[in-house]
């Protein structure tokens, strides 16, 4: 009697233990399948990797700031800036393949004598002249370390001292550019006003409610002030339309200009500078060094310009947008045709989706 009852009981014993691992099991099952899920999520979805790499990078930039008692969006402008000039070079580029995008050339980082381009040895590094640090502590200079080139680049812009006025003059000597220096403030003030990194959206230039049209007139011929070709698209608009700025940036210029009348120049961060021309006014208050947003009102449809100030009146209504780009030593016209049909298209698109369903 009593091996059966001890029988019985080693029998519900196992089944409780059998029954409690497949229950771990499940849930551990479960628990690594959302977590799969989500993964894959983020894999399959760019915006979502996009934002998970501007959060780790401004996270990076923030602890190194610490350190180099630099402010961040002083780090990002230096680095978006850098990314910049990427774009801007041919396709083939080298990309980065880190959270950070600054670019020493090997002879740069390693010494232009040293008998190893890829050497990694600060002492040796130094001993042949070149600028390469040590900036995470692992003993080595690598320029494919983030906290290295970070620690490199403030090695540079620092070499006279830590306040601003040093670290202008610092990022001139690295660069031995004027227009750096400013695109690098600009970004800067950018980031400094909107205290975050993923700020590439984009907004179609007039209300998409508003009655206007245009085509593609970049390139065609322009008599007035000799003969020049048109660096822009013509949309057309009744007078008064809002004139909407297309992206993030900084105000760079306001005022009069003979041939584009009262226009605005807006500088974005991949440093392409948005050109608003013929408007009838200015948005109130808005000045040179404003940080500006997509869809924000910067002036309105005119028709001023070719002539002295307050000329207007000589073609019909419209805004010439323009658009150009940055390469670090000059700066050049594209079409802006294929941009605006794209922001149009996302725009209506978001209209839809935040539309009421009936």
């Given at each position: 009697?009593?091996?059966?009852?001890?029988?019985?009981?080693?029998?519900?014993?196992?089944?409780?233990?059998?029954?409690?691992?497949?229950?771990?099991?499940?849930?551990?099952r479960s628990d690594f399948g959302?977590?799969?899920?989500?993964?894959?999520?983020?894999?399959?979805?760019?915006?979502?990797?996009?934002?998970?790499?501007?959060?780790?990078?401004?996270?990076?930039?923030?602890?190194?700031?610490?350190?180099?008692?630099i402010p961040w969006y002083e780090?990002?402008?230096?680095?978006?800036?850098?990314?910049?000039?990427?774009?801007?070079?041919?396709?083939g580029t080298a990309q980065p393949?880190?959270?950070?995008?600054?670019?020493?050339?090997?002879?740069?980082?390693?010494?232009?004598?040293?008998?190893?381009?890829?050497?990694?040895?600060?002492?040796?590094?130094?001993?042949?002249?070149?600028?390469?640090?040590?900036?995470?502590?692992?003993?080595?200079?690598?320029?494919?370390?983030?906290?290295?080139?970070?620690?490199?680049?403030?090695?540079?812009?620092?070499?006279?001292?830590?306040?601003?006025?040093?670290?202008?003059?610092?990022?001139?000597?690295?660069?031995?550019?004027?227009?750096?220096?400013?695109?690098?403030?600009?970004?800067?003030?950018?980031?400094?006003?909107?205290?975050?990194?993923?700020?590439?959206?984009?907004?179609?230039?007039?209300?998409?409610?508003?009655?206007?049209?245009?085509?593609?007139?970049?390139?065609?011929?322009?008599?007035?002030?000799?003969?020049?070709?048109?660096?822009?698209?013509?949309?057309?608009?009744?007078?008064?339309?809002?004139?909407?700025?297309?992206?993030?940036?900084?105000?760079?210029?306001?005022?009069?200009?003979?041939?584009?009348?009262?226009?605005?120049?807006?500088?974005?961060?991949?440093?392409?500078?948005?050109?608003?021309?013929?408007?009838?006014?200015?948005?109130?208050?808005?000045?040179?060094?404003?940080?500006?947003?997509?869809?924000?009102?910067?002036?309105?449809?005119?028709?001023?310009?070719?002539?002295?100030?307050?000329?207007?009146?000589?073609?019909?209504?419209?805004?010439?947008?323009?658009?150009?780009?940055?390469?670090?030593?000059?700066?050049?016209?594209?079409?802006?045709?294929?941009?605006?049909?794209?922001?149009?298209?996302?725009?209506?698109?978001?209209?839809?989706?935040?539309?009421?369903?009936?």
């Amino acid at each position: 009697m009593v091996n059966k009852v001890s029988l019985w009981m080693k029998i519900a014993y196992a089944v409780l233990f059998l029954f409690t691992l497949l229950s771990v099991l499940e849930m551990t099952r479960s628990d690594f399948g959302l977590g799969q899920n989500q993964r894959l999520f983020a894999a399959e979805n760019p915006e979502v990797q996009k934002k998970n790499i501007f959060a780790e990078r401004k996270d990076l930039l923030e602890e190194f700031a610490l350190v180099s008692k630099i402010p961040w969006y002083e780090l990002a402008a230096i680095d978006q800036y850098e990314r910049s000039l990427i774009s801007a070079k041919k396709k083939g580029t080298a990309q980065p393949q880190g959270l950070i995008a600054i670019q020493i050339p090997e002879a740069v980082w390693a010494g232009p004598l040293n008998p190893d381009q890829a050497d990694t040895n600060p002492m040796s590094i130094a001993w042949f002249g070149g600028i390469g640090k040590d900036g995470s502590g692992d003993g080595k200079a690598d320029r494919s370390n983030d906290l290295d080139l970070l620690q490199t680049m403030v090695s540079k812009i620092t070499k006279s001292g830590n306040r601003d006025t040093d670290r202008q003059i610092g990022l001139w000597a690295y660069y031995q550019n004027t227009r750096s220096v400013q695109r690098i403030k600009q970004f800067s003030e950018i980031y400094k006003n909107l205290e975050k990194l993923d700020l590439f959206e984009h907004a179609f230039p007039l209300p998409l409610s508003a009655d206007y049209s245009y085509r593609s007139t970049w390139g065609a011929k322009r008599g007035w002030g000799g003969f020049r070709t048109h660096e822009g698209t013509d949309l057309f608009a009744r007078y008064g339309v809002p004139v909407r700025s297309t992206c993030y940036g900084i105000v760079e210029l306001i005022g009069w200009n003979n041939f584009g009348g009262w226009r605005v120049g807006i500088r974005d961060l991949t440093n392409t500078y948005h050109y608003y021309a013929h408007l009838s006014g200015f948005a109130k208050n808005l000045k040179q060094g404003d940080i500006v947003k997509p869809g924000q009102t910067v002036g309105w449809v005119g028709s001023s310009g070719y002539g002295k100030p307050g000329t207007s009146g000589k073609f019909p209504p419209h805004l010439h947008y323009g658009l150009y780009r940055d390469t670090g030593l000059n700066e050049w016209s594209f079409n802006p045709y294929p941009y605006l049909k794209n922001w149009e298209r996302e725009e209506q698109k978001n209209r839809t989706k935040s539309a009421p369903s009936a």
